[in-house]
Structures are given as structure tokens and as C-alpha cells.
């Protein structure tokens, strides 16, 4: 999803992939600037896995000393100015008093622990004293405490990993027989109250790693070398955490606690934020992504730096990094992804030397170093893109145009710099709806699912497309209750044709926007899900920008993102927490009790304000009425539709389990049984001639960044090109409304 994660430092050390950048997308004001054959116990074949394991036992010394993280100058200002612009001046202004002094010192702990696995109860409480003095700590610069928590947490890492690769190295018998269950899901469980409970659930959750390779017919040295590598990444990334991330995981606490939307980032994390929104960046063109201990390349962008040398392929990977012509070449192995990035990542027409194994030669590669001249990167993959499908009605055919937009980007430096070709969506979809009506396209469908928001200004011009400029696309009210109102400033009507918005759960924001837009103004009709409920706007203020006439030789503070308005449809109406609801409901792949805006404890109730005068190009609701039919006449015929709903009610059903069995024979009857349901999906789409690029996989027992990439392209690829369910339904309901608008 793009909505904010409330772990901000796990998601960024565990599971990242950075342009050579993940972030939350959300609405932001213009002035911006992922068998054996023995059951029972594993104990007769382990000691001699052990033996043939690939990697001698793991040491690890307890003694081993680790960098002290502290407080510094710039995290006493960010934590000052933040506190001032959060209590004073966001939409929902709060005091920083105790009440919200509780709330930041429970999410402090809550994100650096969110599945309770590290920290026992009796360390939360070895801090509660200075719980009502959080704020006060927060509105003086004062971030010791956060510090003094984190070292802790450090010490529990290193504690219950050591635990982790002595039982790996031990020996220890896992007994399969026994009816035993593991929590996948414990954030709302209680914190562990002894180091003998949080062993036990380490015992279970290792127990558990071991069994998902188990099942999938690896040996026990395979597991035994698997495991260790991934322990080993896991406890390396988690130590090596530096002080600016301990700073913004404390400030995203009190961030957090205002508003889900508003965030605190760390000069890295804004540069990274930056990048995401105006799909471009300048460096060498390529995704970055963790495998061990290397940077590897994951995606070679299109018509980058590292394309066009012909030298770099995914896979390969990336062992030391130089600058300029002749600057020393760095050993960036185990470095933290974000540290390589930056090394590589620079200034357009500087030069990078870039020490590269080659993927496809294996452990016998021979590494060989590959100059750069890094040069401004448009990741066009995140940008809008369309696909044209023929569609019958009653014997005619129609072209209808699958508009595909990711996100609502734009590049505000590009545009405040006037260039000619900065990136924005509306842009980018201005040419393509050209290009389709030259194609004589009766039809368009814009697929804004899983699509978080971005820039409040692309929201309204990409609807000035479809309704005309000047009109009032959203009105927004302040904290002081002044409404304005937000106009669309396209040049001209580009789109006259019907219109479909196709939107599910985690459709948010300024996608919301778009998608009342198409409703109020009766310029078409939006099918999918429930959107997520986001009715708010941030803007993007640069921390430095308040101590620079300061003369201090570092002014880069980060930025903070915060609520400075709540936007309202056209009718009045708010999106917050309700969202946007589909004139065609298709079936949920979401849990709404768990996604969406009304999931947060914090999040602000919906409320209305008076409509605005705007036009209404056709009265939808008897159309609409004629489509349901239409619709649901297709869904009572079409096998492919059927198909879809039971695979999506089957996939909600596995994702709502909220333990595990750590049971052999109850595991592997559960995955024969997932295994036949498998195979009944497959003969289903084989009878319809579908692909099977749609069917669930079955757990490999492998993590992120363990399997073979060269698969997982080749499987994203087929994803991408292909035309699911829910997307030709859509398409047909748009072809029916050519005749019916």
C-alpha cells in the first residue's frame, strides 16, 4: 500500500528496493515545494545437517560493541520547530500536554516493536515514569529518552538473536508432532512479561521458518544455511539503524499521534519522498534492492545511465562504488541499502565508478568496475501508461482505453524551474487521451487502484481533462473554518467520451478526488471497492528553510508533511472515513475493518459543508441503474467473473488467519489443500483460456529478496502486461455506457 506505514525504519531496512524509494503517496497542497520423510522431530538428521551445512556454526560474541547512537544539535531543532508547527498551526491542532505525551510514548514503542518480539513489559515500564514528560521533553529538543529506549531495544536485538543462531547451532530438537500454534499477527497482544516467554515465541517463530522451508522439500542443511543468512541480514539491518533514524522514528511518533498523515523525515527519507513524487531522479538508472549482504540490482531503468552502458544487468551486484574519474573505490558491502544509494545517486553529468559481480556467473565471478556518467532518470514504469481493448456489444465492436495511474505526480522542482519536460500525470495522460482520440476510442477506463494520492494541483488539472478548465473541482476548509475552492487549470476539454474509474480499498486521496469529481459532475461512473477515506491535505515544509539566516554550517534538518486542511467534494459531501463508494461494487480483496482511514484510532470523523454551483453533464443515476443490470446479467454468465469472486473470497479468508499451526501433519494437509484448490483455479481459468498469472502462489518459505529473481521479473512482467478480471469487466461496463450516455 502506499498509506503510511507505521513502522517507518522496519519497512525502509527490510524490504526496500531504492531508484538509483518508498513512500507514502497522499494529497499535497501546490505550494510543495512487499518433505522429508521422517516427520516428528528433526533432532536424528539435525546434528548431521549441521555437519554438511555450507556455513560453519555461527559465533557471536556478547561482548561485541556496537556504536553509541545520541542525540545531536539538528534533531533539538527539528524536534522544536515540529512541535511548534503540530501544536499551532495543523488543521487539528492538539496541545503537546501529557494526553498527547501517553499517546507519543506508546507509539514510540509500538513502532520500534510493532509484533512484540523484542521488548518485555518490564522494559516498558522501566521507562513509564517519564511517560507524562514526553511532550515536554519533545517541545525542549530534549530526544534522550528516545535514545535511551532504542539502546535498549538494541540490547534485546543482539540478546534474542544470539538466542536464535545457538539454537540453530545447537542442535535443538523442533518436535513436528506436537499441537503447538504461532501467532503470525500479535500487535494487539500483550508484551511478553519474561525473557523465557519471549525465547519460547523466538522458539516459535524460528520452529516456524524451519517447517515453511520443510514443507517445500528442502534438506535440513539447506534450511539450516537459509536461516542463517536470513537472521544474519535481519539482525545486521536492525543494528544498523544510525542516529538520524532513531530521531525520525521518535518524531514520526509524535507525527503519528496528531494525524495518520502527518510525518517527520530525516533529510534521506525527504530526498527519497521527492524522488517518488516526481518520478525522477538523478543518478544512474537503476532499482536497488538487499540480497545478503550485497546491493543487487533488481530493474535497469529504460533509457538510463546504466541502460545505455550495457553493462549492468538485473541480478547483478554492486561490491564497491568510486567518484569521479579517479576517487577511491569504496567497499560498500553490508552497507545499508540507503548508504550505497547515496554513493550512487548524484549530481547530473558527474561520474560514478560502479564495481559490479555479474549476476549470472555465479560464486566464480569475476567483479569489473563500470563508469557512469549519471544523468537525470524518468522512471517511467511509475508513470501513467494505457492499453487498448476491443470490446463486443451486441455484435459491435468498441475500442475502450485502460488508463493505468499508479500515483498523481509531479515534479514541482521541474515546474517551478519551468521546464519544458517536467513529469506530471496530467501531462502524461493529456497525450495519451490525445492519442486515443485519434484512435477513434469510444471509451475510457482509469484504473486508479492501489493508487495513494500525490499532488493536490495534478488532482485538479488531470479533471480538468474531463470536465473543462476553470471548473471547481474541490473545495478545502482550514482550521479557522475559511472554505476556498480548487479549480482545474487545463487548458482545454481533452476527453468528451464516457468514463470509467475503477478504484478498490487502498485508492486514496487525491484519487478520491478524482473519483467524486467523475461522479458530481455526472461524467461518468466509478466501480471497484470502497476507497480508503482520506479527506485531507498535507503540504511539505522544509524544516531548514527556519534556521537558515541562522548561519549554521548544516542547516538540512528534513522535512515535515502535515494536515493543513480537510478537502470537501463538489456536493459538500467529505470523503474523510467514508471514502468514496463505487457505483458497481466488485468483490473486496480488503479486510475495511482493517484497511482503510477508519482504522485509525486518530483519524478525523466525516462531516460536510455547503455544495458549490458546478455542472452536471448527465443525469447518471437511471444510466447507472441500466449498468448494474447490465453488469450483473454478465456476472450470473461469465465463468471468468465467477472465478475471480471465489479466488478473491478464498485469498481474504487466508489473509485474515491470524495464527499458524506448527503441526507437520496439519501443515502439510493444509498445503495439499491449498495445493488442490490451486489446481481447481488453474483448470478453471485453463477452460477459459486465461492465463495463470492470476493464481495465488503457494508459500515458498522464502523472504523477501531470497528467491530467484530472474522469476520474480519475469512474473511482475506478466502481471503488468496482462488484462485481469476486474479490468475487462470494467472495460465492458464502459463499452455498455457509450450507448447509454
Known amino acids: 500500500m502506499t498509506i503510511k506505514s507505521r513502522i517507518r525504519l522496519l519497512a525502509l531496512l527490510l524490504s526496500s528496493c531504492f531508484v538509483v524509494s518508498a513512500c507514502e503517496s497522499s494529497v499535497m497542497h501546490q505550494s510543495q515545494a512487499q518433505t522429508v520423510a521422517q516427520v516428528g522431530s528433526v533432532g536424528s538428521h539435525y546434528m548431521a545437517a549441521l555437519r554438511e551445512s555450507k556455513q560453519a556454526p555461527t559465533t557471536y560474541q556478547d561482548s561485541e560493541i556496537l556504536p553509541k547512537l545520541s542525540t545531536r544539535e539538528d534533531f533539538y531543532r527539528a524536534a522544536v520547530i515540529t512541535s511548534r508547527i503540530l501544536s499551532g498551526f495543523e488543521y487539528n491542532k492538539q496541545p503537546l500536554d501529557e494526553e498527547m505525551a501517553g499517546r507519543i510514548f506508546d507509539a514510540y514503542f509500538d513502532a520500534l516493536d510493532p509484533q512484540r518480539m523484542f521488548l518485555l513489559q518490564s522494559d516498558i515500564e522501566r521507562f513509564r515514569p517519564q511517560r507524562l514528560n514526553t511532550a515536554a521533553m519533545i517541545a525542549d529538543g530534549e530526544l534522550s529518552m528516545a535514545f535511551d529506549i532504542y539502546t535498549l531495544y538494541r540490547e534485546r536485538v543482539q540478546e534474542h538473536y544470539q538466542y536464535i543462531f545457538a539454537l540453530l547451532d545447537s542442535g535443538h530438537q523442533f518436535d513436528f508432532t506436537k499441537d503447538e500454534s504461532f501467532s503470525i499477527d500479535r500487535k494487539k497482544l500483550p508484551w511478553p512479561k519474561s525473557k523465557d516467554e519471549l525465547h519460547n515465541l523466538w522458539r516459535q517463530r524460528v520452529k516456524n521458518d524451519f517447517l515453511r522451508l520443510k514443507l517445500v522439500d528442502k534438506t535440513d542443511a539447506e534450511i539450516l544455511d537459509r536461516l542463517r543468512k536470513r537472521y544474519t541480514n535481519n539482525q545486521k539491518l536492525t543494528l544498523q539503524a544510525n542516529s538520524e533514524d532513531v530521531a525520525e522514528m521518535f518524531l514520526n511518533a509524535y507525527a503519528d499521534s496528531t494525524d495518520p498523515h502527518t510525518s517527520y523525515f530525516s533529510p534521506t527519507s ?9 518520478l525522477s531522479v538523478e543518478g544512474i538508472g537503476a532499482v536497488l534492492q538487499k540480497r545478503d549482504e550485497y546491493a543487487q540490482i533488481r530493474e535497469v531503468v529504460a533509457g538510463g545511465p546504466a541502460a545505455k552502458s550495457g553493462q549492468i544487468q538485473p541480478g547483478d551486484r554492486i561490491v564497491a562504488v568510486g567518484q569521479g574519474e579517479e576517487g577511491p573505490m569504496e567497499d560498500v558491502i553490508d552497507w545499508r541499502l540507503d548508504d550505497i544509494v547515496a554513493k550512487v545517486r548524484g549530481e547530473r553529468g558527474t561520474v560514478v565508478r560502479v564495481e559490479i559481480l555479474p549476476g549470472d556467473e555465479g560464486v566464480e565471478a569475476q567483479s569489473r568496475i563500470v563508469r557512469i556518467v549519471r544523468d537525470r532518470v524518468m522512471m517511467e514504469d511509475q508513470a501513467a501508461r494505457v492499453k487498448t481493448l476491443e470490446v463486443e456489444v451486441e455484435g459491435k465492436q468498441r475500442k475502450v482505453g485502460v488508463i493505468t495511474i499508479p500515483s498523481f505526480y509531479e515534479d514541482f522542482e521541474g515546474r517551478s524551474n519551468r521546464q519544458d519536460d517536467y513529469k506530471s500525470v496530467t501531462r502524461d495522460v493529456k497525450k495519451i487521451l490525445e492519442d486515443l482520440n485519434q484512435q477513434d476510442v469510444s471509451a475510457v477506463v482509469l484504473d486508479l487502484r492501489n493508487n495513494g494520492g500525490g499532488s493536490l494541483s495534478e488532482a485538479a488539472n488531470l479533471s480538468g481533462l474531463f470536465v473543462g478548465p476553470m471548473n471547481h473541482i474541490v473545495q478545502v476548509k482550514d482550521n479557522n473554518d475559511r472554505v476556498s475552492h480548487v479549480r482545474s487549470n487545463s487548458q482545454a476539454m481533452v476527453w468528451d467520451k464516457p468514463v470509467v474509474v475503477m478504484v478498490n480499498r487502498v485508492s486514496a486521496s487525491a484519487s478520491e478526488i478524482f473519483a467524486a469529481v467523475i461522479q458530481d459532475y455526472g461524467r461518468g461512473i466509478v466501480v471497484g471497492d470502497d476507497t480508503w477515506g482520506k479527506g485531507t491535505v498535507q503540504t511539505l515544509t522544509n524544516l531548514s528553510d527556519f534556521i537558515k539566516q541562522q548561519m549554521i554550517t548544516n542547516p ?34 480488503f479486510n475495511h475493518e482493517e484497511f482503510g482511514e477508519s482504522s485509525y484510532p486518530n483519524a478525523l470523523p466525516w462531516t460536510q459543508i455547503n455544495p458549490v454551483k458546478h455542472r452536471q453533464f448527465k443525469d447518471m443515476q437511471p444510466i447507472i441503474k441500466e449498468l448494474r443490470k447490465l453488469h450483473e446479467q454478465r456476472a450470473k454468465e461469465s465463468g471468468s467473473w465467477q472465478l475471480y469472486v471465489d479466488e478473491t473470497d478464498y485469498s481474504v479468508k487466508l489473509s485474515e488467519r491470524k495464527e499458524v499451526s506448527l503441526n507437520y501433519e496439519k501443515r502439510l494437509q493444509e498445503r495439499k489443500d491449498m495445493e488442490q484448490q490451486r489446481q481447481q483455479f488453474n483448470e478453471r481459468r485453463k477452460a477459459l483460456g486465461e492465463s495463470d498469472v492470476g493464481v495465488f502462489r503457494l508459500d515458498d518459505g522464502l523472504s523477501f529478496g531470497e528467491g530467484n529473481l530472474k522469476e520474480e521479473l519475469e512474473i511482475e512482467k506478466r502481471r503488468k502486461e496482462s488484462i485481469d478480471t476486474p479490468t475487462r469487466e470494467a472495460a465492458n461496463i464502459a463499452a455498455d455506457l457509450v450507448d447509454l450516455y
Open 270 to 278: 525527504a530526498k527519497n519522498f521527492n524522488v517518488q513524487l516526481s
Open 556 to 589: 538540512e534538518i528534513g522535512a515535515l508533511k502535515w494536515t493543513i486542511q480537510m478537502f470537501f467534494r463538489v456536493n459538500g459531501a467529505s470523503t474523510q472515513a467514508k471514502g468514496v463508494e463505487p457505483d458497481i461494487h466488485f468483490p473486496s480483496q
